[in-house]
């Protein structure tokens, strides 16, 4: 492999390339500390936060992922509506 970048997970002809590929980083998955302080960043200090974190597997960017599309629920909620009933109707007064 060329300029001195050796990273099994990456195809040796991008790393070939020049301009491609400078670093290779490899992560570890997230503990549960590093989950549940990425997804307090992300929802605040809530139950949905630790929830997410306590459930989740994948990689950190999904995790991500899983916690912005919460926070986009939350802050586009559609509040609930109801048919109107008898007594939301007013009441036609006789002159």
Request: aromatic residues 2%.
């Amino acid at each position: 492999m060329g300029r001195g970048i050796t990273a099994p997970f990456v195809d040796p002809a991008l790393i070939d390339r020049p301009g491609r590929i400078d670093r290779a980083v490899e992560l570890e998955p997230l503990g549960i500390v590093e989950r549940r302080a990425v997804a307090v960043r992300i929802l605040g200090d809530s139950q949905a936060a630790r929830d997410i974190a306590d459930q989740h597997v994948g990689s950190p960017a999904s995790l991500v992922e899983v916690c912005c599309r919460r926070a986009l629920e939350g802050l586009y909620a559609v509040p609930e509506v109801r048919e109107p009933d008898a007594d939301d109707l007013p009441v036609a007064r006789a002159r």
